[in-house]
């Protein structure tokens, strides 16, 4: 039994859901989002309320049902608020700025790094703090990754690029004797 499935998801005002098929819509203030169902998975609407059931008892709906809840709950939760992480960029001659729709980072390569941003997506670089918004809870989180993976904060000195709320574990360097 999963604990995450069994609660009912509540609808807020402005917010509405439709199970069409084998996709899940979700409206609300600030767009729409949709995902696919899976076939062992079925989603039930009544009122504000959402309940998500596994059709069949078997381990694989099972493992499905708790992250199909979260799904839903994070899709509801997006077209209402946007999701936003932050990053911070530490070191000497890295730099990032937004150019349309691109962000071009220097990050003491011989070359410039530009990364296209996804669509969907808002991303603002001042200083050297970037954060990146939208309505897809999981689109934010892997954008965020997929920048933070170019230039990992090292231990020693800490530069690199690190999540706003990291905290970097720092190494005591080479000791004279």
Not at 111 to 126: D, M, N, Q, R, S
């Amino acid at each position: 039994m999963s604990r995450i499935g069994k609660k009912i998801i509540i609808l807020p005002a402005n917010t509405e859901l439709k199970v069409a098929g084998d996709r899940v819509l979700v409206k609300g203030p600030l767009g729409e989002l949709s995902r696919a169902l899976h076939p062992v998975i079925e989603v039930r609407v009544s009122g504000n309320e959402v309940t998500v059931h596994p059709k069949k008892t078997s381990i694989e709906s099972r493992a499905l049902w708790g992250t199909y809840a979260s799904h839903i709950t994070n899709m509801i939760s997006g077209v209402n608020k946007l999701f936003e992480k932050g990053l911070i960029l530490e070191g000497v001659g890295f730099k990032s700025e937004v150019q349309g729709n691109k962000i071009n980072l220097a990050l003491g390569f011989s070359h410039p790094v530009i990364v296209p941003i996804p669509e969907g997506l808002k991303v603002t670089a001042e200083k050297n703090v970037i954060t990146v918004s939208g309505k897809d809870k999981e689109e934010v989180g892997q954008f965020t990754s997929r920048l933070r993976s170019l230039k990992k904060p090292e231990p020693y000195k800490g530069k690199g690029m690190r999540y706003r709320d990291e905290i970097i574990r720092r190494k005591q360097g080479k000791k004279l004797v």
